[in-house]
């Protein structure tokens, strides 16, 4: 599916900073199909990730990017919350970003459009489908992303959820990790088969599969360590039971 813009405050962009940009792209591109174009990954000939070589103030490993109507606003409300900013606010090609960092030092971007919104394609494999945080505090990330962004968190079956202030749903939290950090997560048609694909080329599991939510997950390294999950619907047989009640008339009853 197609995507054109983004809601303020919501995962919009992920981006590969690595030491080996080259050796990092040819990795990607047989796991997911998809090709280099300068600084971006393309799908279907549409712009799904980035790509950047590593240097000072960025950290290697994959960022996930929140979109901002106002970077500097967002950066000062940031800092007010005991965060981070890590680097100044960067032109690119359709947009201005810059890397920070929360009150637990988890470090995520901020991005603003010029014209460039982010990832162009949802919701099929090869594409972005989720960001985490990984976090061993869930109340101190709970506080820090309420007052810069006015997030709230539910719980559900053992797993956590950011939510806007209009309860639509944000990201995950995923709790006991030390080491707080955001993962992004890219959709799948089958984790069995990227586990093999990924271990043909160089990488491994560090967690998995493992359902969460509707989904099996599974958590990779590449082979130069950055982290990254990977997530593919799970089919489940539904059951359904017609039957007739004198007070009701018919009922339709799920099972499965």
């Not at 005991?82 to 995520?108: C, H, K, M, N, Q």
């Not at 945080?133 to 956590?160: C, I, P």
Request: hydrophobic share 45%.
């Amino acid at each position: 599916m197609r995507i054109r813009g983004f809601a303020p405050s919501t995962p919009c962009w992920a981006e590969l900073t690595s030491a080996d940009p080259v050796g990092a792209a040819g990795f990607y591109a047989e796991l997911f199909g998809w090709e280099l174009d300068g600084d971006r990954f393309l799908l279907q000939g549409r712009a799904v990730a980035g790509l950047g070589r590593a240097e000072t103030g960025r950290p290697e490993g994959w960022v996930t990017f929140l979109a901002a109507t106002h970077l500097e606003g967002t950066a000062e409300r940031i800092n007010a919350a005991y965060g981070r900013s890590l680097t100044w606010p960067r032109e690119r090609a359709g947009a201005r970003s810059a890397i920070v960092a929360d009150a637990s030092g988890a470090v995520f971007g901020l991005w603003q459009s010029a014209g460039f919104a982010g990832t162009q394609l949802r919701g099929e494999p090869g594409t972005m489908a989720w960001s985490d945080l990984l976090t061993d505090d869930v109340a101190s990330a709970t506080a820090f992303y309420g007052a810069v962004f006015g997030w709230s968190l539910t719980t559900e079956f053992g797993s956590g959820e950011w939510l806007t202030e209009a309860h639509d749903s944000v990201a995950g939290v995923i709790p006991g990790r030390p080491g707080a950090r955001w993962q992004p997560s890219f959709q799948v048609a089958d984790t069995a088969a990227v586990i093999d694909k990924c271990g043909s080329l160089g990488g491994r599991v560090i967690a998995g599969p493992m359902e969460m939510g509707l989904g099996s997950y599974v958590e990779i390294l590449d082979p130069f360590g950055a982290a990254f999950a990977v997530t593919a619907p799970v089919e489940r047989p539904v059951e359904l039971s017609v039957a007739y009640n004198d007070v009701i008339g018919m009922e339709l009853t799920y099972g499965g």
